[in-house]
Nanobody, 126 residues
């Protein structure tokens, strides 16, 4: 049984930093895509960042580019999201997602991912 377990969320002041972790178990995603999505209250889920493949290609949403960094440790089957310069608009539940057969055109599409975590709350106060 595949599980993705997120951790690292919390309450932080604007301008602060947090680092989220997502540990996968049940299978390895070393050659696949691992991503972060988020959903704010009353809004649809949106793509945040993805890291793909052994070459570790990364893509970011424009809203977080330059502030967030996605990375992975394949030995630990874990993906991270380092978030700097947090803003109140970053407040959301952050979800980890993973998949093995995504093509570039679908990396930002949540429907393309097979596995999801339960989410971790990030709250940024002004």
């Amino acid at each position: 049984q595949v599980q993705l377990i997120e951790s690292g969320g919390g309450l932080v002041q604007a301008g602060g930093s947090l680092k989220l972790s997502c540990a996968a178990s049940g299978r390895t995603f070393s050659g696949g895509a691992m991503a972060w999505f988020r959903q704010a209250p009353g809004k649809e889920r949106e793509f945040v960042a993805v890291i793909r493949g052994f070459g570790r290609t990364t893509y970011y949403a424009e809203a977080v580019k330059g502030r967030f960094t996605i990375s992975r440790d394949n030995a630990k089957n874990t993906v991270y999201l380092k978030m700097n310069g947090l803003k109140p608009d970053d407040t959301a539940i952050y979800y980890c997602a993973a998949g093995m057969t995504l093509i570039t055109a679908t990396l930002r599409d949540g429907a393309a991912y097979n596995y999801w975590g339960q989410g971790t709350q990030v709250t940024v106060s002004s």
